[in-house]
């Protein structure tokens, strides 16, 4: 698969936008959950920033044969 500099550029850079937001809800999803006793069930919205990052980092996963050249 040839790209071009700028579609690699493109690519590093959406794939770098995705991490840093998916590290931004594990942040988040971290410090909602220090919030609360630990015996008390996890919040939802725990659970649904973690769910969120999990998605960020798959989609951002889907760039990686571009930046390393593969096709896919």
Same mark, same amino acid.
């Given at each position: ?5 700028? +579609? ?6 959406? *794939? $770098? /936008?995705?991490?840093?937001? &998916?590290?931004?809800?594990?942040? @988040? !999803? !971290?410090?909602? =959950? =220090? &919030? ?11 659970? $649904?920033? *973690? &769910?969120? +990052?999990?998605? @960020?980092? =798959? ?6 044969? &571009? @930046? /390393? $050249?593969? =096709?896919?």
């Amino acid at each position: 698969m040839n790209t071009t500099p700028a +579609a690699h550029t493109a690519s590093t850079t959406v *794939r $770098g /936008i995705l991490l840093k937001l &998916a590290k931004q809800q594990d942040d @988040l !999803a !971290a410090q909602e =959950a =220090a &919030a609360v006793p630990y015996w008390t069930p996890c919040p939802p919205s725990v659970l $649904g920033r *973690r &769910a969120a +990052a999990e998605v @960020l980092r =798959a989609q951002a996963d889907e760039y990686l044969p &571009a @930046l /390393i $050249g593969v =096709a896919s």
